[in-house]
């Protein structure tokens, strides 16, 4: 897989450097390159005597083995109550012991061995990885099952987790990209589970049994997906999986919390968060589409024309063209379960800041007037195609791939026809997209900054919601008109 890359990029170089040594300078806007061809590998599939699935991707450059265990789990199926317990049991699952093995020598024989195991939750998803040696794998395999189906929750750490969890919302409103971010997704995800957000409260309801529960009710053999990588004997491997996941299950896995989508709700806000710092954090946008909608690929191109890329609208505009800005960017994030998110981003001095947010509005309001060049389209969807096989660069990467598809309920040949259906986008597929799923007029606006120094009000773009900063995160200050 190495050498596929590395001689993939060794073409490309080489023809830029025949382009400069051809005409001189070369503009890079104007080279033009043989089509790159790639072939996606192929992981195999396979299913355990339990009913799981598993990816298989064989590789022995390296004594390495690699496994990640998929879960249908999630934060959003946690009581609001006790939000922030699906990543405390995701953590303390690995740290807190598993299999009657304590968490401290859990860590020394890990250590010892060269191995890792990790382990996490979130918002739809649960994830528990391993890393080994080939020699040591039938060991840590042993771990792994421990950590992801027996793990013990030792209470001294969950009292650590749960300190740690406290101490972050302590800190939380310290960054103004931290603060930014989470009230720009709270904002637009309002009355779903998405947008809820663990507050001390809730941090200090979660109990040891709450874990328990957690990790019982939906950590199961039935619900997970394997990918498997590295240096193994294929038939050795499944004997050793079948013998660790067993049997099939006698009763019939609990159904998932039906969770409704989002609220397609498009109203305009405001919000405010005072930080006495000399750079303003900007973020607005709102809910976006899921990975069914047919708009999805001429999204994709619009992403790059708008704000992905150093050549990108927001880009040029506002950083190169204003130099009112370091960063700049958006992007839709297509839903896999849940609808997404359409957000764009920049900070920017405090003196310029109405003057970033009317050009951001007003660049992703262009996009919904005009179609795109054909300089721009052409550029995007070679960008696009070209770079898909820097999602294939190991083994391990393809074979998570293959299972997340799966996981998520991707049609079949979704990987396959990806770059024929980047290359069939027209300009005109562009700007209906733009049309049905840009709203700037309906913006979820935050601002974290000092409004004293702003160069206009931010009530020019609305009413104006201030966060209390200094209040228990997840509760919200009142609305205030800032002049």
Known sequence: MKRLVISLLFLVTAGMSVAVAAGGKADPRTMSFPELRFEIPAAERVVLECGMPVYLLRDTELPIINI?????????????????LASLTGSVMRSGGAGGLSPEKMDDELEFMASAVESGIGSDMGTVSLTSLTKNFRRTLRIFCDVLLRPDFSQKRVDIARRHLIEGLRRQNDDPKGISGREINRAIYAGHPLGVVPTFASANAITRQDMVDFHRRFFRPDAMILAVSGDFDRTALLKELNAAFGKPATTAPPALPDIP??????????I??????NQTVIRMGHLGITK??????????????????????????IRTNQGLAYNVDSRFDAGRRFTGTFIAETETKAES??????LMEEIIAGMTREPVS?????AAKEYIINSFMFGFTSPASIATQRARLEFYDYPPGYLENYRNNIARVTKEDVLAAA???????????VVVGNAAKFDKPLASFGPVRELDLGQQPGTQGGNHDIH
């Open 68 to 84: 990640t265990a998929m879960v249908r789990t999630g934060s959003v199926y946690e009581p609001a109550a006790k939000a922030g």
């Open 261 to 270: 989508q989002p609220t397609a709700d498009f109203r305009p806000e405001v």
């Open 272 to 277: 405010y968060g005072k930080k006495e710092v």
């Open 292 to 317: 069914a909608d047919p708009d999805i690929y001429a999204l994709r191109v619009l992403d790059y024309i708008l704000g992905g890329s150093f050549t990108s609208r927001l880009t040029m505009e």
């Open 353 to 358: 800041t109405g003057k970033a947010i009317s």
């Open 374 to 378: 054909d300089q721009e389209l052409k």
């Open 435 to 445: 049309r049905r799923h840009l709203k700037p007029e309906a913006f979820k606006l």
